[in-house]
């Protein structure tokens, strides 16, 4: 009997440790983040539109902060280039672009012939979240096309990590795990 509860507590243990190490942890960085985009007066849905008011279609959006200032990153495709729009989280002004590059520039073409839109996959995500967007990008291709959506929630001690996707004519979301 003894034996059967020993090893009972040890996959107990084993399974909590296993849980608890894929379990993700939430940065330095991304509560500076987080503390930005919670009390900045543009919302990331905001930001995404000043981006592509200018032209083009958003595919990626996060926030950058630092102890200088905060401001949201949104990739835009113009035409064939691929865009890194900096918007003042404050204030909603352009504050410059260059060319996207890397990471920055994937995903441009995911939501191609999608009826859903960046805005509209991350203002579902937070909807269904209950709090803002930190960060969203676009992955996958056609019937697989989807946005990534990191919504802040519990006044930035959780991230949840949602998948929106457009399918059947109605948009779907579902939560894929979360950060404390």
Same mark, same amino acid.
């Given at each position: 009997?003894?034996?059967?509860?020993?090893?009972?507590?040890?996959?107990?243990?084993?399974?909590?440790?296993? *849980?608890?190490?894929?379990?993700?942890?939430?940065?330095?960085?991304? %509560?500076?983040?987080?503390?930005?985009?919670?009390?900045?007066? *543009?919302?990331?849905?905001?930001?995404?539109?000043?981006?592509?008011?200018?032209?083009?279609?958003?595919?990626?959006?996060?926030?950058?902060?630092? %102890?200088?200032?905060?401001?949201?990153?949104?990739?835009?495709?113009?035409?064939?280039?691929?865009?890194?729009?900096?918007?003042?989280?404050?204030?909603?002004?352009?504050?410059?672009?260059?060319?996207?590059?890397?990471?920055?520039?994937?995903?441009?073409?995911?939501?191609?012939?999608?009826?859903?839109?960046?805005?509209?996959?991350?203002?579902?995500?937070?909807?269904?979240?209950?709090?803002?967007?930190?960060?969203?990008?676009?992955?996958? %291709?056609?019937?697989?096309?989807?946005?990534?959506?990191?919504?802040?929630?519990?006044?930035?001690?959780?991230?949840? %990590?949602?998948?929106?996707?457009?399918?059947?004519?109605?948009?779907?979301?579902?939560?894929?795990?979360?950060?404390?």
């Amino acid at each position: 009997m003894t034996r059967v509860v020993s090893r009972t507590f040890i996959a107990t243990l084993a399974i909590g440790m296993t *849980v608890v190490a894929f379990a993700g942890n939430i940065g330095p960085g991304d %509560h500076l983040e987080m503390a930005a985009v919670l009390k900045s007066p *543009v919302t990331p849905t905001q930001a995404v539109k000043i981006a592509e008011a200018g032209g083009g279609r958003a595919y990626g959006c996060g926030m950058e902060a630092t %102890h200088r200032g905060h401001w949201y990153e949104v990739d835009v495709l113009r035409g064939n280039a691929r865009l890194e729009l900096r918007i003042d989280a404050t204030t909603g002004r352009v504050l410059g672009s260059s060319q996207a590059r890397g990471e920055d520039a994937r995903g441009a073409h995911a939501l191609d012939g999608s009826k859903l839109t960046f805005g509209e996959a991350i203002a579902q995500a937070e909807r269904v979240g209950n709090g803002p967007a930190l960060e969203a990008n676009a992955a996958g %291709h056609g019937d697989k096309a989807r946005v990534d959506v990191d919504v802040i929630q519990d006044h930035g001690k959780r991230i949840a %990590h949602y998948h929106v996707s457009m399918h059947g004519g109605r948009i779907e979301t579902t939560m894929s795990g979360t950060d404390t």
